[in-house]
């Protein structure tokens, strides 16, 4: 709990020093996983594929970003699922809808940093019973940047909490990333994150693999490639380091469009 009230705390921070506005741009590479600091206008189409004890799952995505103002920037997202259980029928389906708000807390162009928090509202659009959603939850986050010599480290921390629950005690889930990238090019970057889940609480079937409680942790190599001026294509494979874990393995790719 003291993780989410330093996220909440830091949330109520005013952005009075971020005065995009007046000053240069800071650009960051594109992770797949840890979410950016960077108030941006885009269009983006994303693909995630995983495979786990349980069966196989993909995910096509369309999502639009838009800056309401230079400090405040608007995210809708919506996916398309389709499941593929080893016990069961296979499903498709829309899922739910997600709605996110981000604020630029700290900007310094002189030292290449950017700091912004928010929080993301995931509204029950997809179908519980067919396993493609049905959820409310909210999530506030902290993410930050920085450029240090040739590299960019961005780190990202979460709390989510799932609303609507009807019994037992109420998913709770705690995420933190680290990304570092190294610009080869302007048209090629490669990067590596590690990335951590930690289910605070929650119910957990008699089956499933128990992550109640445990840490787990994953490494995700990748790269971005910009093929045309404004354009990016990001690709990652995320793989378990960790004896627990939600998946063997999840591709993730997408391509964003800036305008």
């Not at 709990?1 to 996220?7: E, F, G, N, P, V």
């Not at 499941?83 to 499903?91: E, F, Q, Y």
């Not at 302007?186 to 409680?213: H, M, Y």
Request: hydrophobic content about 40%; charged content about 20%; glycine content about 10%.
């Amino acid at each position: 709990m003291r993780h989410a009230c330093a996220l909440l705390a830091a949330l109520l921070l005013c952005p009075m020093y971020a005065m995009a506005d007046e000053e240069p741009e800071i650009k960051f590479f594109y992770p797949v996983v840890t979410r950016r600091p960077v108030i941006e206008r885009e269009l983006e189409a994303s693909f995630q594929h995983s495979k786990s004890r349980e069966g196989r799952a993909s995910q096509f995505s369309g999502a639009l970003e838009w800056p309401i103002t230079p400090w405040w920037q608007v995210e809708v997202e919506m996916p398309f699922l389709y499941r593929n259980p080893n016990d069961a029928a296979s499903t498709a389906g829309p899922g739910d809808l997600e709605l996110q708000n981000k604020f630029l807390l700290w900007k310094s162009v002189q030292h290449l940093v950017l700091l912004s928090g928010g929080f993301e509202l995931r509204l029950p659009s997809g179908s519980e019973r067919r396993g493609l959603g049905g959820e409310i939850a909210v999530e506030p986050f902290v993410t930050g940047g920085i450029g240090l010599g040739p590299f960019d480290v961005i780190a990202a921390i979460a709390y989510e909490w799932n609303l609507n629950n009807v019994r037992g005690p109420r998913e709770q889930q705690l995420t933190a990333d680290l990304a570092v990238g190294w610009p080869l090019s302007r048209w090629f970057t490669p990067f590596l994150e590690l990335n951590t889940v930690s289910k605070i609480q929650g119910q957990e079937g008699e089956d499933a693999v128990k992550l109640r409680g445990r840490t787990q942790l994953y490494l995700t190599p990748g790269f971005n490639v910009r093929p045309l001026p404004g354009a990016t294509f990001r690709m990652g494979v995320e793989l378990p380091v960790s004896g627990r874990r939600e998946f063997d393995y999840r591709i993730h790719a997408g391509l964003v469009w800036e305008f």
